[in-house]
């Protein structure tokens, strides 16, 4: 049984990170205690986050296999989600059978460290055979559209959350400070601080809307504010978890909030299109998996290649 | 006993985790929904996939499930004799003709009315059949008289929206969807005309529709 390596610094991150959340808990009931204002929103909001990150935390703290039936289960949840969203015609039940059924397959993919395949698999076969499979189905109404959907359904909740995994399984001697541990944890973090910063700075000094029309509620103050304390929240991290140095460390930040930004607001424009508010109502507090992992849909992708740009990784079958 | 313990194990370890983690349940109104310890109750719903009853029995705890009862027609599940077996004994469904011409009430809802008056709560779909997608036929009247036989049992409204994705009448095929359930408040019969009492249940369940459009349309 393959366990993931923990370092002394990750752990030290993770003991960080929860003693946050638990401090920043505390306050929000003190506040709620002594000035009686209604706060449940965000309590209920911290809660959900916290068994979340107890969730991430248990799945990667058992060992390998446990952690890639987790990714599989949350990639699960997320195409359900989308395809849950969208019209569906009645002809295409099959062929979305067969979307579902590359979940389970790229994980194992990404599980056996078979890297190529894994680029391969849902940008090119899955295309094909999506295709392949709702041409036999012989309906032509809509077909274009619904293909085009299930694609970008498949390409934003699968290949890109495959991602995660596959951060998960880079060898400890390219990152000897943090392992793969602490390049999975870097990004989640810096992912929702990212959330959270662009929403504080937009509620504190938002005047100018930046999109208007997708989502009324991000602005230029927030998107700004987000690139800065994400780029800080970034240089901090990289020191203690990862190789970069300080100016790839700024870039990385820097990429990682705007990217993060357009995948958030990717998912408002298709939810906006769609006129729906959350994707579902999993999440106590937050709406659905994919109202949370918005944010993740680029920056995972975006950050695994660039780690792998700079480090020219080698990751073969078996080592 | 043992029929009971197999649904309670049936419901608990395998149709509960599939309908919550496999399919995925939104469901607004639950406080509307009776406690079981207290008493009877007549649940109402649309009805376009056999999803439905496993849908709304699993809103219950596993425990409780056990004094659920759909009814169900006779001629579509107790055709064969392990069909029956299954169906009658451990899901506990109250099997109806579909067929009666002339019989007394009191002898057509007979096995209803004792599991009503046993305190144990009762699934029918007026609708008669599986119908069209979002479509809500006609409700047959067969509701409006259990009610006026129990007039002091709740009658719940249920709008029901995705099972019919999940598993459409016709096929086998499962795909994976999140299904929604709205709950409205309970109804009681009101000493109309069973026919007036059955409109009223039909726009109990449409006003039900209208807020799943309305949310759908945000």
Known sequence: MEHFIFTPNVKIAIFILYSFIFILMTIIKVIQITTKKDLDNIWIRMKSFLLICVFFTAAFCFNKIVAFIFLTLISYLCLKEFLSLIPIRKTDRNVLLWAYWSIPITFYIVYIQWLTLFYLFIPLYMFILISVRMVLASNTDGFLKNLAVLQYGLMTTVYALGYLGLLAIIPLQYNPKGGAIGLLFYILVLTVSNDFMQMFCGKAFGKHKIIPKVSPNKTWEGFIGGIIGTTILSVIMAHYLTPFTLSQSIFAGAVLAMFGFFGDVTMSAIKRDLGVKDTSSLIPGHGGILDRLDSLLFTAPLFFHYFAFLNTIVISRGN | ?218
């Not at chain 2, 995705?162 to 709205?182: E, N, Q, S």
């Open chain 2, 1 to 218: 006993m043992i029929y009971n313990f197999l649904k309670y194990i049936l419901f608990c370890f395998i149709i509960k985790p599939f309908i919550y983690l496999i399919f995925g349940v939104n469901v607004s109104g639950i406080d509307n929904l009776p406690k079981i310890a207290k008493g009877a109750s007549i649940i109402v719903a649309n009805h376009n996939s056999h999803i439905d009853t496993l849908l709304l029995m699993s809103l219950f705890s596993s425990f409780q499930t056990i004094k659920i009862h759909p009814v169900a027609a006779a001629d579509y599940f107790c055709n064969t004799k392990l069909k029956e077996f299954i169906f009658t004994k451990i899901l506990g469904i109250i099997p109806i003709s579909r067929k009666v011409k002339k019989a007394s009430k009191e002898e057509i809802f007979k096995d209803i009315n004792e599991k009503l008056r046993a305190g144990e709560t009762i699934i029918i779909y007026p609708e008669g059949t599986r119908g069209e997608t979002s479509e809500l036929t006609k409700f047959k009247t067969g509701v409006a008289h259990i009610a006026k036989m129990n007039p002091q049992i709740p009658v719940i409204p249920c709008y029901i929206n995705g099972p019919d994705r999940i598993l459409p009448k016709g096929t086998f095929l499962w795909v994976p969807f999140i299904a929604d359930v709205y709950i409205s408040e309970p109804i009681y019969y009101d000493n109309t005309s069973t026919k007036d009492f059955t409109e009223k249940i039909q726009y109990a369940v449409e006003a039900l529709k209208e807020e799943h459009k309305k949310r759908e349309e945000l």
